[in-house]
């Protein structure tokens, strides 16, 4: 039997200040893998779990990629994770140098990034959407409540309620965001899940593991992992007619008869895995496995249902002179 040579092996992560990178670095490390954390602030969180740190410029910047890509062959990275909307797109070009990138293929990523394409394509495919317009083209017939959002974005910014049209007007006085930037959904007013789905190249589904939001600021803070048959259904019907190939994360309500409809897909992985892994279900180490070692290489076992996160600020205490000696690339 062949030995996996994981300490063989280099995995970077970017996006480094924010909540999962952490959490991913140090289940990482439990499987022997080198590691290199990127981030655009210098004062990122994940730098110090990392065995190498880096300060890059902004996912959305011309200078980003090929920054990543002089780290990469610096640091012999061979496998890539982001969890950062703005760079998922740019990051899929490591591919071309032999890296592995693990989030889904070009097309899927860049459907589910303009949120009103997607929502209408699964309507389109017989996928439980609620009904999706921009901003200015609410019909006359819509049903209150209605949820406005931007049509790119992340972390919850820039989205509310209206009750009735006549709120619209000073909820775009108020916004962030030009009214072309906007959506807006039918409400579905009930639990709200968000799933892992767990997939990689050959596209096959190896595990669907749905998790009721019991608490959300933002991020996920409490949830609670649940079987649910019709929830499992509709999260491969995404993959079997758009065959994301990668691991995804999808975001729906249920209605008042059970029902899901899905809100949102997120071409990556989602901040809550940690309660996957917790459940029984190593999305990231496994996929990472699968990606750099075959698909042979690691198979994920059965899930449990009833296991609850709390997310907590874990504190990290280090003498000064490591803080100060700590090397964060620039």
């Known amino acids: 039997m062949t030995t996996l040579s994981f300490a063989e092996k280099t995995v970077l992560l970017t996006g480094a200040g924010g909540p999962a990178p952490a959490g991913m670095?140090?289940?990482l490390r439990q499987w022997g893998y080198r590691t290199v954390a990127v981030d655009m602030l210098v004062h990122s969180p994940a730098f110090y779990l990392a065995d190498a740190a880096y300060v890059v410029p902004a996912g959305n910047?011309?200078?980003f990629l090929p920054r990543l890509r002089q780290i990469c062959e610096k640091e012999r990275v061979d496998a890539v994770i982001s969890v950062v909307d703005e760079e998922l797109v740019a990051v899929l070009e490591l591919e071309d140098i032999g890296v592995r990138v693990l989030q889904?293929?070009?097309?899927?990523v860049e459907l589910c990034l303009d949120k009103h394409r997607c929502m209408n394509s699964l309507i389109d495919n017989d996928i439980p959407a609620p009904a999706t317009w921009k901003v200015d083209s609410i019909p006359a017939d819509a049903s209150y409540p209605l949820f406005i959002k931007p049509i790119t974005g992340r972390g919850s910014r820039g989205i509310g309620r209206i009750d009735s049209i006549d709120e619209l007007p000073e909820f775009l006085k108020n916004s962030a965001y030009l009214p072309k930037q906007l959506m807006v959904q039918e409400f579905i007013d009930g639990p709200e899940y968000t799933i892992s789905v767990i997939v990689w190249r050959d596209g096959e589904v190896q595990a669907v593991v749905p998790k009721e939001i019991i608490s959300k600021v933002g991020v996920t803070r409490f949830a609670v992992t649940r079987?649910?048959?019709?929830?499992?259904y509709v999260c491969r019907k995404v993959q079997?007619?758009?065959?994301?190939?990668g691991p995804f994360n999808v975001q729906l309500r249920l209605d008042k008869d059970g029902n899901p409809f899905i809100f949102e897909i997120n071409p990556r992985f989602s901040t809550s895995i940690t309660l996957t892994m917790a459940a029984g279900v190593d999305e990231l180490g496994g996929l990472l496995s699968q990606a750099l070692f075959g698909r042979a290489s690691h198979q994920f076992s059965e899930w449990q249902e009833g296991v609850v996160m709390i997310r907590q600020t874990q504190d990290y205490f280090l003498s000064e002179s490591e803080y100060r000696n700590h090397q964060v690339n620039t």
């Open 25 to 27: 670095i140090s289940v």
């Open 61 to 63: 910047s011309p200078e």
């Open 104 to 108: 889904p293929q070009k097309a899927f």
């Open 227 to 232: 079987h649910n048959e019709k929830i499992d």
């Open 240 to 245: 079997e007619k758009f065959q994301a190939n």
